[in-house]
C-alpha cells in the first residue's frame, strides 16, 4: 500500500538547511567588514611597524634579539585587542576601536531607516574591554550604551531594559553563546575571547533575523583582520548560492515606526498614521569631505577612505581603517563597497514601490557593497549593438 502524504526522507536520512538557505526567508545576508589598523611600536630606541595581514616589519638591529616579551607586544592580535587611552586616561576617539565603532554606527544609522528601532552589539573580550568601550561610545556619541555581563546581578534586567528602549548599542563580553534573545540587532562588532567558529556563529546568528519577508536590509560584522575570522565568514559565505558579484544620494525614504510605511527623510509626522518620529540622539559626527562617511567631529583623518579633512597631518602611533569586505563569497575594496552602498541607496525606494517579489528577492540576495559590480555588467551587456 502507498501511504498519502508521506515525507519522502532522503537516502542519507538527513536534512540540511543551511544560512544560505535561508536568506530571503527567515535571515538578511550579511556584510563582512574587515577592519585593519597600521600600529608603530617604539621598543627601546628601534620602531616596530605591525599591520593588519602582514609581518612586523623588523629593524635589522632587533633581528636576532626578538624574544617573547616582544612577540607578544608586536603581536597584531594582542594590539587590536589593547584598549587605547589619551594622556587624560580617557578613551582614545583616534584609535583603533574608535574608527571600528564609527564604521558600525554609520551602518546602523543607515539600518535605522528601514528598521526605526534596529540595534548594534559590540562583543568584547574582557569586563575591562566592556568598561572602556561603553566610555569610548559615550564620548563618541553622547548615548551611554548598555553595558552588560553575566557577573551583574541584574543582568537580565539590562537586557531587557535595552530590548525595550531606543538605545542602540550593547556592548558584552558574553551574551553570545547565552540564548539571549534581541530580535531587532541588525549590527554586531566582533572582538571575543574565543576563537571558536561555533562561537562566530552565534554570534552572526544574533545579527540575521529579518524583520518580515520584505526586510531588505543586511545584517553587518565588523571584526579585526585576523586570519581565523575571515576563514569563518568565507566557509559562511560557500553556503550561499552563487549569484552575480558585485549617482550618489543619501537615503531618500525612512519606515514609520508605528505603521511601517516608507516616508519621505524630511517628514516630522507619519503622512499615513501621524506618528511623530522620534528626534535624533545628539550624535558628535560630521560627515568626510570625500567620501559623506560619518566621523567624531573632532577627525582629521576618515577612517573609511582616508581623506585628510585639515589642510595638515601629523602621523600618529596609529591609525585605522577598513580593508575592504567579504560578501557573498568575494571580496570587495573598500571603494567599490562605499559606491555600492550609495547606488542601493539610489535604487532602493524604487524597488520597494515596485512591489516586484523578483527584484526584491534579488536586493536581498546581493548586498549593498556588491552593486557596483553588478551595475558595471549590466552597462556592459546592455550597450545597443
Request: hydrophobic share 40%; aromatic share 2%.
Given at each position: 500500500m502507498i501511504a498519502t502524504n508521506a515525507i519522502n526522507h532522503p537516502s542519507a536520512g538527513v536534512f540540511q538547511h543551511t544560512y544560505g538557505d535561508a536568506i530571503g526567508e527567515s535571515c538578511r545576508a550579511t556584510t563582512f567588514d574587515v577592519f585593519t589598523s597600521k600600529f608603530e611600536v617604539d621598543i627601546g630606541k628601534s620602531?616596530?611597524?605591525?599591520?593588519?595581514?602582514?609581518?612586523p616589519k623588523i629593524p635589522k638591529a632587533l633581528k636576532g634579539?626578538?624574544?617573547?616579551?616582544?612577540?607578544?607586544s608586536i603581536d597584531y592580535e594582542n594590539l587590536a585587542y589593547t584598549p587605547n587611552f589619551d594622556k587624560f586616561g580617557k578613551p582614545d576617539l583616534y584609535s583603533y576601536h574608535a574608527a571600528m565603532f564609527q564604521q558600525a554606527d554609520a551602518e546602523l544609522t543607515k539600518i535605522r531607516y528601514d528598521i526605526p528601532n534596529a540595534k548594534g552589539l559590540w562583543v568584547v573580550p574582557s569586563i575591562f574591554f566592556a568598561n572602556y568601550a561603553t566610555e569610548l561610545v559615550h564620548l563618541l556619541t553622547g548615548e551611554k550604551p548598555i553595558n552588560c555581563n553575566s557577573s551583574l546581578p541584574n543582568a537580565d534586567k539590562l537586557i531587557g531594559r535595552f530590548r525595550n528602549s531606543n538605545k542602540k548599542w550593547i556592548i558584552s563580553p558574553n551574551m553570545v553563546s547565552e540564548g539571549v534573545?534581541?530580535?531587532?540587532?541588525a549590527c554586531c562588532i566582533y572582538m571575543p575571547h574565543s576563537k571558536t567558529e561555533l562561537y562566530f556563529r552565534q554570534a552572526l546568528g544574533r545579527v540575521v533575523r529579518m524583520i518580515d519577508k520584505d526586510?531588505?536590509?543586511r545584517a553587518y560584522f565588523l571584526m579585526p583582520m585576523l586570519e581565523i575570522f575571515q576563514k569563518y565568514a568565507r566557509r559562511i559565505e560557500e553556503e550561499m548560492a552563487h549569484v552575480p558579484p558585485k549617482i550618489t544620494r543619501a537615503p531618500s525614504t525612512k519606515k514609520c515606526p508605528s505603521c511601517h510605511q516608507q516616508c519621505a527623510m524630511s517628514d516630522k509626522n507619519c503622512s499615513f498614521c501621524g506618528t511623530v518620529f522620534p528626534s535624533s540622539a545628539k550624535v558628535n559626527y560630521k560627515s568626510c569631505s570625500k567620501c559623506s562617511s560619518l566621523m567624531p567631529q573632532k577627525s582629521i583623518i576618515c577612517a573609511n577612505c582616508g581623506t585628510l579633512q585639515t589642510t595638515s597631518f601629523q602621523v600618529d602611533y596609529k591609525n585605522a581603517w577598513r580593508h575592504?569586505?567579504?560578501?557573498?563569497?568575494?571580496?570587495?575594496?573598500?571603494?567599490?563597497?562605499?559606491?555600492?552602498?550609495k547606488?542601493?541607496?539610489?535604487m532602493k525606494s524604487d524597488i520597494l514601490y515596485s512591489g516586484n517579489p523578483n527584484l526584491i528577492k534579488i536586493v536581498q540576495q546581493i548586498p549593498p557593497e556588491g552593486m557596483t559590480a553588478l551595475a558595471t555588467l549590466i552597462k556592459k551587456y546592455s550597450k545597443s549593438p
Open positions: 620602531r616596530v611597524i605591525v599591520e593588519g595581514g602582514k609581518n634579539l626578538i624574544n617573547k616579551s616582544i612577540k607578544k534573545d534581541i530580535p531587532l540587532l526586510d531588505i536590509t575592504g569586505v567579504i560578501c557573498r563569497g568575494i571580496d570587495i575594496s573598500d571603494k567599490d563597497a562605499i559606491e555600492g552602498s547606488l542601493f541607496q539610489s
